[in-house]
């Protein structure tokens, strides 16, 4: 694996999913795991995530990687880089998205500032007419995309996904030159699965089938025991 470059979604890959993003748990051991798979890859690992990057560094305490982070509206080349980030919604929009969804019982907003993520985990009967209400706000807004998740949509700038952090980060060291490798629970995470493909790398779905990834792992329980064997074997480090 020392010519591969790791680029691992979080929630429902990394760790499992929760009823509210600030009720999960990371395994005591997944930092160190991770650490030494990055040091296996001379540094070529990478959180691509639609949690901001300050959350993550959040989650897995003194560890720190390369990350992408709000659907890759940041980024961070490299562990102890400065963050690049887009600029946030424009506070008009990110209000009248937020009276939009809030207007129904059990939805919560979660403001990243580059994007918002409308939770509608408590009520999920709700989510076609939450759609909805959110679609009619979004169209006024040209530059608004909306993407839906697991009991999730999240508001963000067009022009920025998963796919185009993969792309960001694999034109620079240590992940330049190196065959990329994606894994992912969700339909945000396809358009990564469709940037690691056209670089000739490879996709791994994490609990269900999907578009273009070669391989399924059941939960993320899997990836982890996944991982912890790639960081266990021998590695020669690659360019």
Same mark, same amino acid.
């Given at each position: 694996?020392?010519?591969? *470059?790791?680029?691992?979604? /979080?929630d429902?890959?990394?760790?499992?999913?929760?009823?509210?993003?600030?009720?999960?748990?990371?395994?005591?051991?997944?930092?160190?795991? +991770?650490?030494?798979?990055?040091? %296996?890859?001379?540094?070529?690992?990478?959180?691509?995530? $639609?949690?901001?990057?300050?959350?993550?560094?959040?989650?897995?305490?003194?560890?720190?990687?390369?990350?992408? $982070?709000?659907? $890759?509206?940041?980024?961070?080349? #490299?562990?102890?880089?400065? /963050?690049e980030?887009?600029?946030?919604?424009?506070?008009?929009? %990110?209000?009248?998205?937020?009276?939009? *969804? +809030?207007?129904?019982?059990g939805?919560f907003?979660?403001?990243?500032?580059?994007?918002?993520?409308?939770?509608?985990? #408590?009520?999920?009967?709700?989510?076609?007419?939450?759609r909805?209400?959110?679609?009619?706000? *979004?169209?006024?807004?040209?530059?608004?995309? !909306?993407?839906?998740?697991?009991?999730?949509?999240?508001?963000?700038?067009?022009?920025?996904?998963?796919?185009?952090?993969?792309? *960001? !980060?694999?034109?620079?060291?240590?992940?330049?030159?190196?065959?990329?490798?994606?894994?992912?629970?969700?339909?945000?995470?396809?358009?990564?699965?469709?940037?690691?493909?056209?670089?000739? $790398?490879? %996709?791994i779905?994490?609990?269900?089938?999907?578009?273009?990834?070669?391989?399924?792992?059941?939960?993320?329980?899997?990836?982890?025991?996944?991982?912890?064997?790639?960081?266990?074997?021998?590695?020669?480090?690659?360019?």
């Amino acid at each position: 694996m020392g010519a591969h *470059a790791f680029f691992l979604d /979080v929630d429902g890959t990394l760790i499992d999913l929760a009823a509210h993003p600030d009720a999960v748990v990371v395994p005591d051991d997944l930092p160190r795991t +991770l650490a030494r798979l990055a040091e %296996a890859a001379s540094g070529a690992l990478a959180l691509v995530s $639609g949690r901001t990057i300050e959350r993550l560094d959040g989650l897995f305490g003194v560890a720190r990687f390369a990350a992408a $982070g709000s659907h $890759g509206a940041q980024l961070r080349h #490299a562990p102890g880089h400065d /963050v690049e980030a887009v600029p946030d919604l424009d506070p008009e929009v %990110a209000q009248a998205l937020k009276r939009a *969804a +809030l207007a129904f019982a059990g939805v919560f907003v979660e403001d990243k500032g580059p994007s918002l993520a409308i939770h509608y985990r #408590a009520c999920p009967a709700q989510a076609p007419h939450l759609r909805l209400a959110l679609e009619e706000v *979004a169209a006024a807004a040209p530059d608004l995309v !909306l993407l839906p998740g697991h009991f999730v949509f999240e508001a963000k700038r067009a022009g920025y996904d998963k796919g185009s952090a993969v792309e *960001a !980060l694999m034109r620079h060291p240590p992940f330049a030159g190196r065959t990329p490798v994606f894994i992912g629970d969700d339909v945000t995470d396809e358009a990564a699965f469709r940037a690691v493909l056209a670089a000739g $790398g490879l %996709a791994i779905a994490v609990g269900a089938p999907r578009a273009g990834a070669a391989a399924v792992l059941p939960d993320p329980s899997d990836v982890r025991r996944f991982l912890t064997h790639l960081a266990a074997q021998p590695h020669q480090r690659g360019r």
